[in-house]
Each structure stands twice: as structure tokens, then as C-alpha cells.
């Protein structure tokens, strides 16, 4: 309770200081504004010209670049200047108010308050008033509004006025009410009671509320009162205070009360006839022994369960050092948890291990933000997949200290998911020959003879030309045409292959400018076709991450042909690449400026065999497969698409194969 009194105490000082300082300076620009006219008045009588324009600019300064906004208006409430404080405080342009009626700046509710200030400022009179006024963001002010008659030439021709945004001043001001309504509430709130006590344990004063369960106190030592005592009570702080001059603090109780506990405080100070007194603050803490107990209790019970947990949870600093084991991780590390508590990452798992693992740990505690992952890990002599979580660890002042890290032993069930997949993988296979394979073998028979015939008639013809004085372009255009056969029989011969079982893609380093720039070039043609510019930013600089490559090609091979197609041709488009680095993942933005999608799509376009093209113009598989790639490379996807406008597509990779 003191804690939160003394923290209190500390808040309304701060915010008197607030208040005080806001005071301050509106006084400071009151004498520099007076100090500014005395200085015009002075130059009345001076002939130098230069002189004079310069006190002016030095004025015009000073409005410019006060907080206040000064301004005027016509009779008829139009507003003919304003200072650039409208800008600065309220984020309208000086440009966009001048020749505006004053009313547009203000809500209906304070029209008529505003109308009573104008009227005055025309009769001659300065009168002010405080209401609301909202800025261009539309968060609304609380200001100040003095308004007083602007004269030319010893006659009114309309109002000057200053607008104070006095915001800060009236929360300020709450808060201080605030903060005394809850200095009285915690105090009304708590037992607590005061006594002043001499050098010789005399009683001086007690507090009404003690008197009514403790009687009179006049004349009687505080032992005698309080405790019933005839002697000093052991551990007694009062003569430590008088001693060494300074605030002494004890848990005692109070056998009367049924051996209530009470935390004193005991104060020492000098009254004005120079005696030395002490005073003692006495605050309750039945409750918090109570929940002290609690703590315990609660502290016991957590003890137990995360000892016997069946996950390996442990405490690492940010220098990679274990702060706290529990018996789970010890055993799978081969020992207790006092043989490697104070230990670091390094010092019990390989390099390659601990730095990834750090690099999670740090990112934690550096972003607040936890996470979780599923990787390999050398424990107890095998590698072996976990499940990791590693969440922040706070301490009672909200600051974070460490992370706590929880992993959990799935080896046995990441093998049952890969062998589920490849089961997967294989009954997709076997659809795609059932359905496809007799397709496919009919096809690949019915175009070979054709494409045979055509073949060996185009050989006959350049045999039976050949030492003739036939035009050699008729030759070397038949011998293209023979190649390009040649190349429609390969594209058969691949159809025919489709169903085989193909090799295990091969997992490598992958550089994504390379691919975006092999792209690029392969689309440079229908990019120009479809007037759309493509050019990639950033990519340059980021890290080569570890996947399939073909998979990223056709990844961005996907997404650069679906802005290529979503282009009409009407006027100019572009689609930028940007790539940024986050941590251990990398992050691949895609906008394009070609229409955006619908949003009645919006919810299907990864749908398989979604098109909005023309029959014959899509398959409606290009985003489906980009989602497939995506989710099995453990990355995230996410569309923003703004209909008339544009549509990025961000997707985050992770920069090792999990």
C-alpha cells in the first residue's frame, strides 16, 4: 500500500510540474508579446525604416511561431488570417482556413457559445471561453478561445482572437483530482493508524480511531498501550530511529486484536522546540500475510507441476544461459538440473543447434513477441524433432528478463505425420495415373504417327532437293520446320512420362534475385504486350534460403503471369517485387497496380479451377498451387487486395527448410 501511496505522491507531482510548466510558458509568451509592443511603441519616433521592419519581422516571428493560433475575422465571421500554429496544433493549412467562415471550424453544439464571443469582440469587449474543437484526424480539443474587437483606424472592423489548446492542462488537471480521490479512497480504504512517541516511549498522540479500541492514551508508554507490555517490545524500531536519524520499517502484531499484523513505519523528526520525536505509521497487513501464504501455497503447487511435466521447460537468459531446469530437461540432457543450470546453449548442445536456437530466444526477448517452432535437435546423444515454444518471462515490474522455453518430445509422432504424408503423396499419384494414365499413353500414340509421317516426308523432300537448284531458303525452311517436329515429338514424349513417379526434389540454396530476374526476362515479352512494367527491389540483399528451387520459380512465375493477365492493356501497369529480411525468415511483397480483385473472389481465389478469365485463358491453378508451395515450404500468405486499385500479395519464407 505505501508502494502504491509513494507512486501516487510521485504521479500528482509530475503532473503539478505539468501544469506548472504549461503556466510558465503561456507567461513567457505574454512578456515576450508585451516586451514586442514596447519595443514598436519605442520605435515611433525612430527615423530608421530598416529598424522598424525589422521589429515587425521579429513580431510576425514570434505569432508565427507561437503555440497559440492567432487569428481574425470580418464582421460577417469570415476568417482573414490565421497563424501557422493552425497547422502545427490542429493540421489544417492556414491556406485552406483564410476566407472560410469561422463556424466551419467548430461543431453546432458550440455555435452559439462562439456567436456570444464574437458579438462581444464587435462591441468592443474581450471576453474568452473554453470548448471543444476537433483536428483533422477528427480528435477532438479542449480550447481556449479569448476573442476581442480587431481596429483600423480607431474603428471595428471585425474580431482578433487566440486559440489555446488547453488539452493537456484540463487532463492534467483531472488526473490530479483523479489521484487525490484515490489517495483519499486507499486511505479511507485501509486500517492504518498514527501515533507520535518521544524518547522516552511516552505516548505524545494517538489517533481518534486507535483511542476508540485502545482507550485514553495520556501518559502511558507505547508498549504498555499497544501491547500490554512493562518493558520494551524485542526488535522494537523506535530506539534504531532515534539512533541513526532515519526511517525504520518492522512487521509486528497486536495481541489485543487477536494478533492482528501490522507493518510500522517509524518516522523520526525534530519539532520546532527542538525535541526529537518519532512518528509511527501503522498500515494493516493481515491481507497480505494472508496472500503471502497464498503465494507459497501457489508457488509449492507450481513447483510440483512443472517438476513432474512432461516436457523439458527451462529458463535461458539472453546470453544463452540456463537460469532454471526442470527434472524432465535434466534427465533427457543425461543428469540433474543442478549439473547444468548456469551452463550456456553452447556448453551443451552442438554450434549449429544452439546459435538457432539463441536466435529465437533473442528475437523473444528483443520483440516481446513468443513463438513456436519444429526442428531438430541434438539431445542425449540422437537427434531427435521438438516442439518449441519460448515465451517471454517478465518480472514483477513488467520488464522482460529472460524467456522461458517449453519442448516438447515429438520424434515418434513427426515420423507418423511424414510417412502419413508420403502415403498421402503416393495415393495422389496413384489418382493422377488412374485418371490420367489412358489419356496420356492415347495421346502420346495417337500424335506420334502423324508426327512421324510428317517427319520422315519432310526428310524424303530435303533428300530429292538435295543438288538441285532449288532456293536455298526453301532448304534451310524445311530443316526448321523438321526441328521444330522434333521438339512437338519431345513435348509428346514428356506428355507421355507425366504419370512415372519422378525423384525426390532436392533441397538447396536458392537465390531469389536470380530467380527474379530468370523471370523477368522469360515475361518480358507478354509483360510488354499486356503494358505492364515489372521490376524487383530489395531482393538483392537478402539470403539465400533453403528449399526446392523449382517450387520458388514457379512461385514467382505464378504470381508475375496472374498481374500479367489481370492487366488489360488500356494504359500502363507495374508489378514491383520488394524483399525485406526478418529475423530468420525473409518477406516477398508482390503489388500490383492492375484493378485488385472483386471482393465477392476475394474468398476464392485460392480455390483450384477458380478463374474470372474467359474460358480457355486460365486454369484457375496458379494461386492454388502458390498457397501449396507457401504451406509446404512453412511460410505464411496473405492477400490485400483494393478493388480499382491494386493487390499485394506477401508472402513470408522461412530461410531453412523446417
Same mark, same amino acid.
Given at each position: ?67 497559440? *493560433? ?19 496544433? @490542429? ?32 462591441? !468592443? ?64 480504504? %485501509? ?75 517509524? *518516522? ?34 507450481? #513447483? ?20 532454471? @531446469? ?5 534427465? #533427457? ?64 515490474? #513488467? ?31 496413384? +489418382? ?25 516426308? *519432310? ?62 526476362? =522469360? ?29 520458388? +520459380? ?5 504470381? @508475375? ?23 530468420? #525468415? ?32 486460365? %486454369? ?8 501449396? *508451395?507457401?504451406?509446404?515450404?512453412? !511460410? ?16 513470408? =519464407? ?5
Amino acid at each position: 500500500m505505501q508502494d502504491r501511496i509513494a507512486e501516487l505522491e510521485r504521479a500528482n507531482e509530475r503532473l503539478s510540474g505539468q501544469v506548472a510548466a504549461l503556466k510558465s510558458e503561456r507567461d513567457g509568451i505574454a512578456r515576450e508579446l508585451t516586451q514586442t509592443r514596447s519595443q514598436l511603441q519605442a520605435l515611433d519616433g525612430v527615423a530608421d525604416e530598416r529598424q522598424l521592419l525589422e521589429s515587425c519581422q521579429r513580431c510576425e516571428d514570434l505569432i508565427e511561431n507561437m503555440n497559440d *493560433i492567432i487569428y481574425t475575422t470580418s464582421r460577417e465571421g469570415i476568417i482573414l488570417s490565421v497563424s501557422r500554429a493552425m497547422e502545427r496544433v @490542429m493540421g489544417f493549412d492556414p491556406e485552406e482556413v483564410v476566407g472560410t467562415h469561422y463556424g466551419k471550424w467548430f461543431s453546432a453544439d458550440v455555435f452559439p457559445s462562439l456567436q456570444e464571443l464574437r458579438t462581444a469582440g464587435l462591441n !468592443g469587449q474581450r471576453t474568452s471561453s473554453q470548448v471543444a474543437m476537433n483536428d483533422k484526424e477528427g480528435n477532438e480539443h479542449c480550447v481556449e478561445i479569448s476573442v476581442g474587437p480587431l481596429m483600423v483606424a480607431g474603428r471595428i472592423v471585425g474580431t482578433q482572437g487566440i486559440v489555446r489548446d488547453v488539452t493537456g492542462q484540463k487532463k492534467a488537471e483531472e488526473e490530479v483530482r483523479e489521484l487525490q480521490r484515490q489517495i483519499e479512497f486507499i486511505l479511507g480504504a %485501509t486500517r492504518t493508524g498514527l501515533d507520535i512517541i518521544d524518547g522516552d516511549f511516552n505516548l505524545r498522540y494517538v489517533d481518534p480511531a486507535w483511542q476508540k479500541s485502545y482507550g485514553p492514551y495520556e501518559g502511558r508508554k507505547c508498549y504498555e498501550y499497544f501491547r500490554g507490555r512493562d518493558s520494551i517490545c524485542s526488535g522494537c524500531g523506535i530506539p534504531r530511529a532515534f539512533e541513526e536519524k532515519q526511517i525504520v520499517i518492522s512487521d509486528e502484531i497486536l495481541p489485543k486484536e487477536g494478533n492482528r499484523p501490522i507493518q510500522v513505519t517509524t *518516522i523520526p523528526f525534530q519539532a520546532e522546540s527542538g525535541e526529537w520525536l518519532v512518528a509511527e505509521l501503522n498500515a494493516d497487513i493481515a491481507e497480505r500475510k494472508q496472500l503471502e501464504r497464498r503465494l507459497r501455497e501457489s508457488e509449492e503447487r507450481y #513447483r510440483a507441476v512443472v517438476e513432474n511435466a512432461g516436457e523439458a521447460i527451462a529458463i535461458v537468459d539472453e546470453q544463452g544461459v540456463f537460469r532454471f @531446469m526442470n527434472s524432465t530437461a535434466g534427465r #533427457r540432457l543425461g543428469g540433474a538440473p543442478a549439473n547444468f543450470v548456469g551452463k550456456s546453449m553452447w556448453e551443451l548442445f552442438p554450434r549449429e543447434i544452439a546459435d538457432r536456437q539463441m536466435g529465437h530466444i533473442r528475437s523473444v526477448i528483443r520483440t516481446g513477441k513468443g513463438r513456436n517452432s519444429v526442428s531438430l535437435s541434438y539431445v542425449g546423444g540422437e537427434m531427435r524433432w521438438y516442439n518449441t515454444t519460448v515465451e517471454v518471462l517478465k518480472s514483477s515490474e #513488467r520488464e522482460i528478463t529472460a524467456a522461458l522455453v517449453i519442448a516438447r518430445d515429438i520424434h515418434e509422432l513427426k515420423q507418423a505425420q511424414d510417412e502419413l504424408e508420403a502415403h498421402r503423396e503416393r495415393v495422389i499419384r496413384a +489418382e493422377q495415373l488412374a485418371s490420367l494414365g489412358t489419356l496420356s499413353a492415347t495421346l502420346a500414340h495417337e500424335l506420334t504417327q502423324p508426327l512421324t509421317v510428317v517427319r520422315l516426308s *519432310i526428310q524424303n523432300v530435303l533428300k530429292d532437293v538435295e543438288g538441285t537448284s532449288c532456293w536455298p531458303v526453301v532448304s534451310e525452311d524445311l530443316t526448321n520446320v523438321l526441328a521444330e517436329i522434333s521438339h512437338v515429338t519431345a513435348i509428346v514424349d514428356r506428355f507421355r512420362g507425366f504419370a512415372r513417379r519422378t525423384s525426390e526434389k532436392a533441397v538447396k540454396e536458392v537465390v531469389l534475385s536470380a530467380v527474379a530476374r530468370r523471370v523477368i526476362q =522469360l515475361l518480358e515479352e507478354s509483360a510488354q504486350k499486356a503494358r505492364i512494367r515489372l521490376e524487383a527491389h530489395g531482393l538483392e540483399g537478402l539470403p539465400p534460403i533453403y528449399t526446392h528451387a523449382k517450387d520458388i +520459380e514457379q512461385l514467382f512465375f505464378a504470381l @508475375m503471369e496472374n498481374a500479367i493477365q489481370a492487366a488489360d492493356g488500356s494504359k500502363k501497369r507495374s508489378l514491383r517485387i520488394v524483399g525485406a529480411r526478418q529475423d530468420d #525468415r525473409v518477406e516477398l511483397q508482390f503489388t500490383d497496380t492492375c484493378g485488385g480483385i472483386a471482393p465477392e473472389n476475394l474468398d476464392r481465389i485460392f480455390e483450384p479451377f477458380f478463374t474470372t478469365k474467359p474460358p480457355g485463358e486460365g %486454369t484457375g491453378l496458379g494461386l492454388c498451387i502458390v498457397q501449396r *508451395i507457401v504451406s509446404q515450404m512453412g !511460410g505464411e500468405l496473405r492477400v490485400d487486395s483494393r478493388w480499382a486499385k491494386g493487390t499485394t500479395f506477401s508472402i513470408v =519464407l522461412p530461410i531453412e527448410r523446417k
